[in-house]
């Protein structure tokens, strides 16, 4: 009988659950998938994985090695597992605590088109979370104003202009674990055109007085002068027989122009010079 007895416990220890982890305490990134294992000396075991509180992720698979699919909730939670022997023998309860850590995020703002010309100011504008520290960097060809802050500016060149677009990308630096979360903004660039005004004076009284201005494709005219003037044409004709009341100050302003570009202005003087008085041909 003692033999049986001594035979009994020693079956009854080689059921116990060996399984051990290799670290006690563990930080993550949230939203992110790890793998955990224990090792055991038995065959056939089974393994009831949990995670404390519950919604601090999900286990994914069974037996001795599974993954948990972390949420976005920081906070620590108690990943325990205990192992139950073919034979129904359970182990004591293996745990480690796992700290989640805030996952950082990054927003550079939206997309934009803008009119623009060397020197032109770009006031950058993003938002970081759960982040140490924060930079931008550019693809353009000049640097970036207080590139670590939020906030920063930037100074368009003639070369950025020429390569139509500019893109800014923030940088949010994360706490160990999380990697850096990084966010994109592209300017788009619209050289900005200038606007030439003029007129074919001085005119005498009677001659022919027309305005000129600069073509810009897709933009809208809208010229005011003397007299009420008004005429919506680019260059146009105003009048094929001038008189002197037509002189004065004539000023032009395109509007709706491609890319954004606000409204230009400019302005032209006419000269209308009278035709000579002279009088009928008299004789002594």
Aim: net charge neutral; aromatic share 6%; proline share 5%.
């Amino acid at each position: 009988m003692r033999k049986v007895f001594i035979l009994s416990i020693m079956l009854l220890l080689s059921y116990t659950m060996s399984a051990q982890n290799q670290d006690l305490t563990q930080n993550v990134c949230a939203g992110s998938t790890q793998n955990y294992y224990v090792t055991t000396t038995l065959t056939g075991s089974g393994f009831a994985w949990t995670i404390s509180p519950a919604t601090g992720g999900t286990v994914v698979g069974s037996g001795n090695n599974i993954n948990i699919n972390w949420g976005t909730t920081a906070g620590t939670y108690t990943v325990q597992v205990i192992e139950t022997s073919a034979d129904g023998c359970v182990g004591d309860p293996k745990t480690v605590a796992v700290t989640v850590i805030a996952a950082p995020t990054a927003n550079a703002g939206s997309n934009q088109t803008i009119c623009a010309n060397a020197n032109t100011v770009i006031n950058l504008s993003g938002t970081v979370n759960n982040a140490t520290s924060q930079s931008w960097t550019t693809t353009g060809t000049a640097a970036i104003t207080n590139a670590t802050t939020l906030t920063p500016s930037y100074t368009v060149t003639a070369a950025d202009i020429t390569a139509g677009s500019i893109s800014f990308t923030l940088t949010a630096v994360g706490t160990t674990p999380c990697a850096n979360a990084v966010s994109t903004v592209t300017y788009t660039l619209t050289a900005a055109p200038t606007l030439t005004v003029g007129n074919n004076g001085p005119v005498c009284e009677g001659s022919t007085l027309s305005l000129s201005s600069t073509n810009i494709a897709g933009a809208t005219y809208s010229w005011t002068g003397p007299n009420t003037y008004n005429n919506s044409t680019q260059s146009p004709t105003v009048s094929s027989s001038a008189t002197t009341a037509m002189a004065g100050t004539y000023t032009l302003t395109v509007s709706g122009i491609p890319g954004g570009c606000p409204n230009l202005t400019g302005s032209t003087t006419v000269v209308v010079n009278p035709k000579p008085a002279t009088s009928g041909i008299w004789h002594n």
